[in-house]
């Protein structure tokens, strides 16, 4: 991508009211761009960093059986009343509208009920289980307060998976691999060694659900924690019988902010008996289904990812999350030729700053933007055939052949 | 993909009020589920077409400058105030909601206002002009009736692209290689041959604009059509000073129902002025951006395809836009063990009946699916080391040898 062409700027200023460092970053760096509070565009650079970790996330589900759908956000409501989740004092996040053609209509915050529904169509038999089902979605929350930047939004990017098996046993099997996908994930993603699988409420029909808090100061749950137990907790659950459960004492306990950054439930018969979802086993007997669900905040994880890799100069994307590897700036004239040669047919991989600027406000634009090397080709870097690569990360820069650095593309 | 692991079976029956041909193979398929009158959900298969449609539409964009971004769905009432497109008497297709925190909000039917007031942050002089924004995003539209699957639909995925000029000479510059590229998009989507750009009536602010429909009878427009002349002409433009401009004569014209798959629009100072989208030009004087805006509907256009190239046997999807090139049926235990090998590492490619079914069962799933070519691979076939390709468009079978067939893959 050619700069010169981009219509993005980095911007001196963020809204004022944004508070997460990580936000002001990557609205100055133009990856987003705020529509108004808990609603925002992303823009070239941060479309690519959404599909990057789609991208990741895509991979690990699919290698555990799940098959991507698109649902639609539009709801029917006779499907929530079902679960009695349509009314407001219920589920206090819902949007709703209205239909010219008359009827009321929702816009999903989750998708349990319909795909439990339409799943209906297609499962009938044991011999039909287990499947998972997943999406990439965007969902709305009518929010009382959104902060944060994407970390907390009212429009926002969700994988969110679901399971269905014959018996608890099948479904704490599939679980299992859903728990080793999402450690797989969070570490491709960089955040695995301050990524958490934390016990939570569980809600009506189990004791406890898990949450994946990626520690972070700017997180909006507190947590408790002790790496020797490998024991972490959210603090609604922070009562006597969970710790005795848990096997671990009050004061053994650190207490530490964290972000939620995913989370997964077994669900058993909660959506599935109110809402018919049966089959027959092998004695021809109906018997209710059992599910479990899997979300991950896309769009936050974008945010968490942001928040966690910045530094006083701007955003610092790990290598796979990057939406370029390379950040071109030639200096000079002979140095801009040599670029061009070397960006043509690497289009995907290099942000080509082919504007004319000074070198430190190319320099100061790829720090803020974060692309996790700057190559320099000037006359000084010309003179011994090579090209001067800065890690964004460690700021340690060294001269590189033009040919071997053609090679490393 | 595995049949046997997908959760998708073809159906004997689709709802009852889908009167388009193609909706019912789609829904029969497993490509869509209906939730409701005007929604639907892609199901695996129909999510593969969508993103076939998506790269063929992406990939000829980029081509002409196009810089992709995803914008909100939720919309801020203030800019289309501005416009004068909130009042619901002046746009009826609205879904409006209201936020907790209190105010207004709608879903957008169409992205101008935003995406024109996101570039006052980024747009300032006359160099940073020309430039040409699209998205790939859900649109909400209240329509009274929905109909005719997924042709006409309350949300729906469409391309929109924006572009932003000088002059008015850079703007029909534009214009005309977005006239280039739909042709190119339209030919690779299989509709070239029927599909024409159109004369529709403009608006305010010119006299034209055009839309691409596609000859179908399914089609809800009335176009009339001059083939010798290439006009072609809405029926709400079939007016005594339009046929003299464009040069035919109301005796000269045939009519036709046809589908709107694009439209394309110079919107000059329509959304720019109002929403104070200005540069600075050469000579340091104020100006007010030129636009265009072209509309792709990608769910209709999935929709318009498989209507276009069914059969009375089902879908017949064109090879570029189809969920899988092969549909791989073997029978009898040897076939299996041969298709196995066959299919590892050929995932993409191939959709993998190994369901326990009668060869009849798979052929007629193979045809209702629309797969271009179907595969068999039997004791009969393998007597000859060959496996037999038919043909779904033409019913023209053929014997080919294993090895040269894993070649073609």
Redesign the interface.
């Known amino acids: 991508m050619r700069l010169s062409?981009?219509?993005?700027?980095t911007?001196r200023d963020a809204p004022k009211d944004e508070t997460a460092k990580s936000a002001g970053f990557l609205i100055r760096a133009?990856y987003i761009?705020k529509?108004?509070?808990g609603?925002?565009?992303?823009?070239?650079l941060g479309?690519k960093v959404?599909e990057n970790i789609k991208g990741i996330v895509r991979d690990e589900l699919n290698k555990i059986?799940g098959?991507?759908?698109?649902?639609?956000?539009?709801?029917?409501p006779e499907l929530w009343k079902k679960t009695d989740r349509w009314d407001d004092q219920k589920v206090?996040?819902w949007?709703?509208?209205?239909?010219?053609?008359g009827g009321e209509?929702g816009?999903a915050p989750t998708h349990e009920e319909?795909i439990t529904n339409?799943?209906k169509?297609?499962?009938k038999s044991y011999k039909?289980l287990p499947?998972a089902?997943y999406q990439f979605q965007?969902k709305?929350r009518?929010?009382?307060?959104a902060k944060s930047g994407i970390m907390r939004t009212?429009?926002f990017i969700m994988k969110d998976l679901y399971s269905f098996h014959t018996s608890e046993e099948d479904l704490d099997r599939y679980y299992h691999e859903v728990e080793n996908a999402y450690a797989r994930i969070y570490d491709r993603l960089g955040l695995g060694d301050i990524t958490f699988e934390t016990f939570a409420s569980g809600g009506v029909f189990s004791k406890y659900s898990h949450e994946y808090q990626t520690f972070i100061p700017v997180g909006e749950d507190t947590v408790y924690y002790n790496k020797d137990k490998s024991v972490v907790l959210n603090e609604e659950v922070l009562q006597d019988d969970v710790l005795e459960d848990l096997g671990v004492k009050r004061d053994e306990l650190e207490e530490t902010r964290a972000a939620e950054v995913g989370n997964i439930f077994k669900l058993k018969f909660k959506y599935s008996e109110p809402l018919g979802l049966k089959i027959s086993d092998e004695n021809n007997e109906i018997k209710t289904v059992y599910m479990g669900c899997y979300g991950i905040g896309i769009s936050r994880v974008m945010g968490v990812i942001a928040e966690k890799f910045c530094d006083d100069k701007g955003l610092v994307w790990p290598e796979n999350i990057a939406p370029f590897k390379f950040y071109l700036a030639p200096i000079g004239e002979n140095g801009s030729k040599i670029a061009e040669e070397i960006y043509l047919g690497n289009e995907d991989k290099i942000l080509f700053d082919d504007r004319a600027l000074r070198p430190g406000e190319k320099f100061a634009d790829a720090e803020l933007m974060g692309i996790p090397f700057r190559v320099v080709i000037s006359d000084k870097t010309l003179a011994e055939n090579s090209v001067e690569i800065t890690n964004r990360k460690t700021g340690e820069s060294e001269l590189v052949s033009i040919e071997e650095f053609k090679k490393s593309i």
Request: net charge negative; glycine share 4%.
């Open positions: 062409n981009s219509f993005i700027k911007l133009g761009y529509e108004m509070a609603v925002y565009d992303y823009l070239p479309l959404i059986g098959q991507e759908v698109l649902m639609a956000a539009l709801q029917n206090d996040i949007f709703k509208t209205e239909l010219s053609a209509l816009l319909p339409m799943l169509t297609y499962v039909d499947l089902v965007t709305f009518n929010e009382l307060r009212r429009e």
